[in-house]
């Protein structure tokens, strides 16, 4: 059996949520929104392992308030991010001890995690090298010209908004890592960068209730999905 690990990006800074506590320790329903990434992915027969990235300094209260106060067995290490969220990937990934066929990436501030779209996309990445979860655009998206005018409205139906988890086998997420610092290439999410080495990457349905946690309103939304257990279907 494949064995799968997941790398849980959390050492941002949350600039655009404002708030004094960073937003991954902000408190959600009792618990840190870290905390619930955590709880459910231990929770998830498919992962077997967790590297967690903090920022430089953060690793042993992360280990204390929240993996230990959680008691989660899983996490095989917390090491430091580094600038950029790539860079705290990439760290994560060196931290991967063990024989791990599938790597699942999962931002550290979306935890309305769905369990069976978890599973589609490992078995998506197991398929076919790479995969991402993400949702139809509902709204019509345009780009906008230098001149605050809108410059291309983009094609609906073929636009997703793509959120994490997102799957990779070892060898192809660790070449485009790899290939990306090598040739300073930056994408927001580690697809792109997948795609940048001509890898293809499948797309897989995920759910509009998996924000990410990025300004102070979707603590609100996150808050009420999480109390109706929607991210805890196994
Ligand atoms: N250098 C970075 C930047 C981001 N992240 C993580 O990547 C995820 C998605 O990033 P984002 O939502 O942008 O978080 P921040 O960078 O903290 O937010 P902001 O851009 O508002 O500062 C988060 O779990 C964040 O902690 C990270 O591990 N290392
Ligand atoms: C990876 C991601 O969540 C996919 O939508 C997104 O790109 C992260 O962007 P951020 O600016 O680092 O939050």
Redesign the pocket.
């Known amino acids: 059996m494949v064995k799968v690990a997941a790398v849980v ?9 404002g708030t004094d506590t ?3 320790y902000l408190d959600l329903n009792g618990i840190p929104v870290l905390g619930h990434v955590l709880k459910s992915l231990e929770a998830s027969p498919v992962i077997n392992g967790v590297v967690l ?1 903090v920022n430089p300094g953060e690793e042993e209260y992360c280990r204390k308030a929240v993996v230990d106060a959680l008691g989660l067995s899983k996490v095989t290490a917390i090491v430091p ?5 790539q ?3 990439y760290n994560g990934l060196l931290a991967l001890s063990g024989d791990y066929g599938i790597v699942v990436v999962n ?3 979306r935890p309305v995690i769905d369990h069976a779209v978890l599973r589609a996309v490992v078995q998506a990445a197991a398929a076919h090298g790479a995969a991402t979860s993400a949702v139809p655009a509902k709204d019509t998206v345009k780009m906008a010209g230098e001149d605050g005018f809108v410059a291309r409205t983009l094609p609906r139906e073929s636009l997703w908004l793509t959120q994490t988890p997102q799957a990779f086998r070892y060898e192809i997420i660790m070449e485009a890592h790899r290939r990306a610092r090598l040739e300073k290439f930056f994408a927001t999410d580690d697809a792109g960068l997948v795609e940048f080495t001509g890898q293809p990457v499948k797309l897989v349905p995920g759910s509009y209730k998996n924000i ?3 300004t102070p309103e979707d603590l609100v939304m996150v808050s009420i999905f999480l109390q109706e257990g929607t991210g805890s279907r196994s």
């Open positions: 990006p959390a050492a941002g800074s949350g600039v655009r949520m960073k937003k991954q990235t991010g580094g600038k950029e969220r860079d705290s990937v931002d550290g501030v990410k946690i990025t």
